[in-house]
């Protein structure tokens, strides 16, 4: 009888230490570090906080966790239940096409230059002809792009073609081109509206013209034509 009770007693003991065991699995808990301290981190779809944060374990087989920070390229992981670890760290790159742009109030929408006398000429009948207009907006717009796609001055409209710059580490393509078109001639004033439009897509989207879409980014290398177009067609 007493070695009955002993063996009852060994088997209780073993059933509790097991139990303690699935109880501390459950409660285990991950430090989850990232540089840049104030980046943000979601767990299984759920925002936890910025920098550093704990999370506890529940018994499913991983966890995903997002690291997002804007001029950062996001992050997505999993963080498997079987792996011994109880800290783990993150050290976000830089998103290289935050680096080369700029945001701009301007792109993707048209703004109005008003022509300076000094670049069309009035006839005798008081009719304004914008050649020299015309002349200046190609030579701005040459010294960024290698050939206009559509001239059609006497319709007044002028685009150029798409410009593709490729960004493989986010692996994302921007594309920018620029449309002007003549607004009309009243008798005060030649009127110009320009439009420079930025537009991003997956890489590997990128041959789709239905992956892109607007971004309020413009490249550094296209950021000058705004300010040129505004000082040196403008009136003074």
Do not use: C
């Not at 239940?81 to 742009?101: G, L, N, Q």
């Not at 301007?106 to 703004?111: I, P, R, S, Y």
């Not at 930025?198 to 296209?222: C, D, H, Q, T, W």
């Amino acid at each position: 009888m007493r070695n009955l009770f002993a063996r009852l007693f060994v088997l209780i003991a073993a059933l509790f230490l097991v139990g303690s065991i699935n109880v501390n699995a459950k409660k285990k808990t991950l430090k989850i570090s990232v540089v840049p301290s104030d980046a943000q981190i979601s767990v299984d779809g759920n925002y936890v906080g910025d920098g550093v944060v704990e999370v506890t374990l529940d018994k499913s087989d991983f966890i995903a966790i997002k690291l997002e920070k804007e001029g950062y390229i996001t992050q997505e992981n999993k963080f498997y239940r079987s792996d011994k670890r109880t800290a783990i760290s993150f050290t976000m790159r830089p998103d290289k096409f935050f680096e080369a742009s700029v945001p701009s109030g301007l792109v993707n929408k048209f703004f109005s230059v008003t022509v300076s006398p000094e670049y069309y000429t009035v006839d005798s009948n008081g009719k304004k002809d914008p050649e020299k207009a015309w002349k200046l907006i190609h030579q701005i717009l040459l010294n960024y792009f290698d050939e206009m796609q559509t001239t059609d001055v006497s319709s007044g409209f002028i685009q150029t073609p798409w410009d593709y710059e490729r960004f493989s580490e986010s692996k994302q393509a921007v594309r920018t081109r620029v449309t002007v078109k003549q607004s009309g001639i009243s008798d005060d004033a030649l009127v110009f509206q320009i439009k420079i439009s930025s537009e991003e897509a997956p890489l590997i989207g990128m041959s789709n013209e239905n992956s892109y879409r607007e971004v309020v980014r413009v490249l550094k290398k296209f950021e000058p034509l705004i300010s040129e177009f505004q000082s040196r067609l403008s009136r003074k």
